[in-house]
């Protein structure tokens, strides 16, 4: 499927907007005694994550997103159920803020252009299909890969994966990390034990350790029903023919 712009907000869909919003940004469930997540240490590598907001960097939040590598140098990676479901369509008026902190813009804020997810999503919300590339617009001549870089795509990896998932909770102006290893929860979906991930942080990136994006919170239960396990789809031959779609 190719990539369909983002259409700018219009006053007459905020109700609509609203109810999207209070539905995406939920992750995760949880074991009791497991590790939890702490705030995220400043770093160059985690500023390549940010903030999903309408309008501004200090609009509604929706989700988080993360900066992969792509040919233009202008591409994120987030969860579908962030940016689009069947009922609303797409998310109208999305801006990314990489290394969002405490009200900081530290690399400015970057319009959402387009949005491509695959076609049994944009019909069903099939949580299959959970994932989303999303095409940001150049700031001051620079792609946001210019300003922040980007983690490669890795799909076809497995399962037993060490991962560092870094997001935003909604009630939190700083964004959480934790370490973890991933297991299977089904043939096509995995899953990541680790407290605190609340609303907001459906789409956080799963980092393995050769820096490659191996995962989104998203997919089972749109990424989890309580903060303490998250679930994403697996990066498999699915992710990569997105991917492709997403840059040609």
Do not use: K
Not at 20 to 45: F, K, W
Not at 158 to 169: A, D, K, R
């Amino acid at each position: 499927m190719a990539s369909r712009p983002a259409r700018p907000a219009r006053p007459a869909r905020t109700v609509a907007l609203a109810a999207l919003l209070l539905a995406v940004g939920t992750a995760c469930g949880g074991q009791d005694g497991g590790p939890t997540a702490e705030v995220a240490q400043r770093s160059p590598a985690g500023d390549r994550v940010g903030t999903l907001s309408i309008h501004t960097a200090q609009g509604p939040r929706a989700c988080t997103a993360s900066v992969v590598h792509s040919p233009r140098r202008n591409l994120l990676v987030t969860a579908a159920h962030c940016v689009q479901t069947r009922r609303i369509g797409l998310l109208d008026g999305l801006v990314f803020t990489p290394g969002y902190r405490n009200g900081a813009t530290p690399y400015g804020t970057w319009p959402v252009q387009a949005i491509t997810v695959d076609p049994r999503w944009a019909a069903d919300d099939d949580p299959e299909y959970d994932v989303a590339f999303v095409t940001v617009g150049a700031v001051g001549g620079r792609q946001v890969e210019d300003a922040v870089g980007g983690n490669p795509l890795g799909t076809g990896q497995g399962f037993g994966l060490s991962v560092s998932v870094t997001g935003y909770p909604n009630e939190s102006d700083e964004p959480i990390t934790c370490a973890a290893r991933t297991s299977s929860q089904s043939a096509t979906q995995e899953r990541f034990d680790c407290g605190g991930y609340t609303d907001g942080t459906s789409g956080s990136p799963w980092v393995a350790g050769d820096g490659a994006v191996v995962g989104v919170i998203g997919g089972y239960q749109e990424g989890g029903s309580t903060p303490g396990t998250s679930y994403s789809v697996t990066f498999d031959q699915r992710v990569a023919d997105l991917y492709r779609r997403a840059t040609a």
